[in-house]
């Protein structure tokens, strides 16, 4: 899942300082999930901005609103109607990036302000402490290592073994936090009897299907411009 | 909150009506119950087919036991007798002499003991008089038709109550001087006193049911005559003779029938007794009669009877408290023989009963002949059965088989046309609220019968309930001592028949009331649109109830209501049936709406205080405007503060308060685990937001009650109102 956390209050107050009719707008999965941007932290948020503007005698409407996804367009669609239909002329999604992209694709002369900094792709390690397992580079290579990516977990990105900052297991960029990957991924492949196979060289990643190869897209051809529904 | 599929305030009344109509008997405590919840309003509201909390399934005329408990809990004493007198036209006598099965189903027991409930409905009556005159109303008779109920017991004045409430002229014939039947002339004193009777009898009069006493039916007037003045009777006769034994030496001088004797002894005149009373009989009348004995002076009280301990048919506590007052029980004796000298009593012959059910159950006593014992007794009380006294349906075309009055228990019909029966001369033997409950199916008969000349068929009456607390559930709950009952000192006790139990004073009502687990009032999501699925409820709950399963469940009837997943929530998706901070806005907005606002006495402060705290209904009281207006305190009791989501800490800033603070319960005091540091950690993570937003940092305060919540909350509000911000944080703020 996407983790992202909330903007510090007075950014998000900043963005929309100019504007009159607010929607803050709440994202019900990842987000949610995560609990930076779900309908309670909208209904803080749209709360929080009501009670510092009406401190400033600003008279502002600030209304808020969720939907269960802000990537897919039938779920934003109400969204996009209640902006035309109730005035509203800046929008805050606390959706991730993604949300805010979309969103803002659709609104076109609307601002829409991130409320949220996207972080990575993580998971919950225990309840409440989410941590990156994946960075999207576009071509997996856990398969050689034992399920543990030296890319998203390792503070240099090192394919083949530990550099001289792994200290008893630790890497000396934040040891009390994070484990050195490359003792993550040795004592795995000690446990799957795979041992041998970290003498092969990892060769350099063709980086392409990352960010650097430009825009990416994916298409499903199953089921992508089907003829019957664009006639 | 969204409106629910027709939710309606039901009452046994209508309770009864609807399981006539087909609710299905299903136990719910399997996986079938996790829907439950989805219709259900934030009140206590019960809707068709949804099961009933044990104690109300339990109570033969579904009393909303766990709704008066609320009531209570929130002061709302007042509503609690409504919702009492809803279900049941006699709270003062139920509150004292009712056998409560509503305890005995009670679902805290798995946790320790069940919650006090015939005490609870004994506080709320008596603490309510004034408003039960005042709510008294009289019916007019709409219908047109007259009903004629012969006897005035629970059952007889149950019909007379229910068909006058459906606007029928209701007339009760009774042959004695005083209403009340069994309660009035059987029920010793000190278990029942008349004055606790008449406040339920007055109530019932109050309405319009007239009433016919010392007019003995059969004697003063025929049956015959009565049926053709009105459309329709009701023979509510009850059992008010004795069964008598054939055996040798029975109709010896000395030898009293039961009823006869406690008949006797509530009017006033008791028969000579000597130092030693034999009685015959396990049952509750036995015991009666046994302790009206003993209070009659008699040195020696004995009973005598075929059970074992463990088969008495008497309640258990009744036989506990008959053994204090020094009564001797003779288990496994059965009579054999009076024996009499110069035809009074002299002593008894008793058999030993080697077994008195067979193995199907059915009574079928077997004695060793051989194995006798002779007690040595002045008088000999036989308390081993009733009947029915069917001198009033003499000569009249009314069925008689074998001694009994042949009804239907289907339809309550007797062999006549229009002629319905109920209570124990159709049920047998029984208790007030099982006649109470029949007097209210035969009003439903009658009334069926008088609007379409029909007999009605009432189903057997099988009621869905929410099954056992499971173990796991109740093992994770805090346990808390039942409050029971005090009694007198036995030496006290027996020395007259003033009252022997005290009733509960408002600070134990209060503190058994919240012992209620307000089972199925607990938390439901909202949709399942809204869920994310994000564990954050099966994370939080202290009870391991909460499961995600695609989206989040809580089964309704594990829940225990403590309302942290729902203040957790990140999707704001899970409500609380039983209190919804929405209300605490509208409230807001109520009162700071902007002609008022300007009135308002500063610094507002919003005061958030656990409802569990409190020991007299001082601040649970509804306030009125000016007193808030006045003060700048607004109280919002909640039933434990944990369930405060952090929106609920911020928004009464964003309505205008000026400061807000959550007043906990006493450290370690609060009745769900965890509770206390998840709101710690909200009201931190609220302060931190206020924070940001530029309040300062004393806006918004945790405390906890000290001592009594009356003597500390005011202190606590004073302090929260006035405190300023320490300066360093002014700096901050410029």
């Not at chain 2, 259900?40 to 044990?54: F, H, Y």
């Not at chain 2, 009035?184 to 000190?190: D, E, F, T, V």
């Not at chain 2, 109520?590 to 409802?611: D, Q, S, T």
Request: hydrophobic letters at 40%; a neutral charge; aromatic letters at 6%.
């Amino acid at each position: 899942m996407i983790v992202a956390d909330q903007k510090p209050f007075h950014e998000i107050k900043g963005f929309v300082e100019a504007h009159q009719n607010i929607l803050v707008a709440g994202c019900g999965t990842c987000v949610t999930v995560c609990l930076s941007g779900g309908a309670a932290e909208a209904r803080l948020l749209a709360s929080g901005l009501r009670i510092a503007f009406q401190r400033e005698n600003q008279t502002k409407t600030i209304e808020e609103d969720t939907v269960l996804r802000q990537c897919d367009e039938e779920f934003v669609l109400p969204l996009l109607q209640r902006v035309k239909g109730e005035n509203i002329d800046a929008v805050i999604t606390l959706a991730c990036g993604v949300g805010v992209n979309f969103l803002a694709d659709r609104l076109g002369h609307i601002p829409v302000f991130p409320g949220v900094n996207t972080t990575f792709y993580g998971a919950v390690m225990e309840p409440g402490l989410w941590a990156e397992m994946c960075s999207g580079c576009g071509q997996c290579i856990t398969h050689l290592t034992g399920g543990i990516c030296p890319i998203a977990r390792c503070s240099k990105r090192l394919f083949n073994g530990p550099c001289g900052g792994s200290e008893r297991g630790r890497c000396e960029v934040d040891p009390q936090n994070t484990p050195c990957v490359w003792q993550l991924i040795l004592d795995r492949m000690k446990q799957l009897g795979r041992l041998h196979d970290l003498q092969n060289f990892i060769p350099a990643k063709d980086w392409r299907p990352a960010l650097d190869g430009g825009v990416r897209h994916t298409v499903r051809e199953r089921i992508y411009r089907l003829d019957y529904k664009n006639p | 909150m969204p409106q629910q599929a027709n939710p309606v305030s039901l009452n046994g009344f209508d309770l009864l009506f609807m399981y006539f109509t087909g609710t299905k008997v299903k136990n719910m405590s399997g996986t079938g119950a996790r829907s439950i919840g989805k219709n259900m309003d934030n009140r206590s509201v019960i809707l068709p087919g949804d099961p009933l909390p044990n104690c109300s399934a339990a109570c033969p005329v579904h009393t909303d036991t766990r709704g008066y408990a609320e009531a209570i809990s929130e002061g709302n004493y007042e509503k609690a007798l409504d919702l009492l007198l809803q279900a049941n036209p006699f709270p003062s006598v139920c509150g004292r002499i009712c056998h409560h099965p509503c305890e005995k189903e009670c679902r805290r027991k798995e946790v320790d003991a069940p919650v006090s409930l015939r005490m609870l409905k004994r506080f709320v009556v008596e603490n309510t008089r004034e408003y039960r005159r005042a709510r008294r109303q009289r019916i007019e008779p709409t219908q047109g038709k007259k009903v004629a109920i012969i006897g005035s017991g629970p059952a007889g004045l149950t019909v007379a109550h229910d068909l006058a409430l459906l606007g029928y002229h209701t007339i009760v014939f009774e042959q004695d001087s005083q209403l009340g039947g069994m309660l009035a002339h059987a029920i010793p004193r000190y278990r029942l006193p008349l004055h606790a009777l008449r406040e339920d009898i007055d109530d019932i009069l109050a309405m319009g049911v007239e009433t016919r006493t010392a007019c003995r039916v059969g004697v003063d007037i025929s049956l015959e005559e009565i049926r053709k003045k009105h459309d329709a009777v009701v023979l509510a006769i009850g059992l008010s003779e004795s069964v008598t034994l054939p055996i040798p030496g029975s109709e010896s001088e000395g030898v009293f029938p039961g009823i006869t004797f406690l008949w006797d002894v509530a009017n006033g005149h008791p028969p000579p007794l000597g130092d030693r009373v034999l009685i015959i009989g396990g049952g509750n009348v036995a015991v009666d009669a046994a302790r009206t004995a003993r209070r009659l002076g008699v040195g020696q009280v004995f009973m005598a009877c075929l059970e074992t301990p463990e088969e008495m048919p008497a309640w258990q506590w009744e036989i506990q408290e008959a053994r204090e007052e020094g009564i001797e029980i003779l288990n496994s004796w059965g009579p054999k023989a009076v024996l009499s000298r110069g035809g009074k009593v002299a002593g008894m012959e008793l058999k030993r009963c080697t077994r008195v059910f067979d193995d199907h159950g059915r009574f079928a006593p077997q004695y060793d002949e051989a194995r006798t014992m002779t007690l040595d007794v002045d008088q000999v009380i036989m308390t081993i059965g009733q009947r029915a006294d069917l001198s009033c349906v003499k000569e009249t075309e009314l069925a008689v088989k074998r001694g009994r009055l042949m009804c239907d228990s289907h339809t309550l019909s007797t062999s006549e046309p229009g002629v319905f029966a109920c209570g124990e001369v159709l049920t047998g033997p029984g208790s007030a609220i099982h006649a109470i409950a029949s007097g209210h199916r035969a009003a439903q008969a009658v009334h069926h019968y008088l609007q379409t000349g029909e007999r009605l068929v009432l189903p057997r009456e099988d009621v869905p309930s929410l099954g056992l607390l499971p173990q796991r559930v109740a093992s994770l709950a805090r346990k808390m001592t039942r409050r029971e009952a005090a009694l007198l000192d036995p030496r006290e006790r027996i020395g007259d028949f003033s009252e022997i139990e005290s009733p509960f004073n408002e600070r134990e009502a209060l503190q058994e009331a919240r012992r209620c687990l307000a089972c199925a009032t607990g938390a439901r999501l909202e949709s399942s649109q809204a869920c994310a699925g994000c564990l954050t409820c099966a994370r939080v709950c202290p009870f391991g109830v909460a499961t995600v399963d695609r989206t989040a469940a809580m089964p309704a009837e594990e829940c225990q209501a403590c309302g942290l997943c729902a203040a957790e929530c990140p999707a704001a998706g899970i409500a609380l049936k039983r209190f919804a901070t929405n209300q605490m806005k509208q409230t807001l907005g109520e009162i700071l709406a902007p002609a008022r606002a300007v009135k308002i006495w500063r610094p507002f402060l919003v005061a958030y205080c656990c409802l569990y705290e409190t020991t007299s209904r001082k601040y649970l009281k509804p306030q009125s405007l000016e007193e808030i207006e006045g003060s700048g305190i607004l109280r919002i009791m909640v039933p434990c503060v944990g369930r405060l989501s952090s929106l609920d800490l911020v928004e009464p800033f964003e309505m205008g308060a000026d400061r807000v603070v959550v007043i906990a319960c006493k450290e370690e005091g609060c009745l769900y685990m965890g509770s206390e540091e998840l709101l710690g950690r909200r009201v931190a993570h609220a302060q931190k937001f206020l924070k940001e937003i530029g309040l300062e940092k004393a806006s918004l305060q945790f405390r906890q009650t000290r001592g009594s919540a009356e003597a500390s909350w005011p202190a606590i509000w004073k302090e929260v109102q006035h405190e300023t911000a320490p300066e360093s944080e002014k700096e901050s703020l410029k």
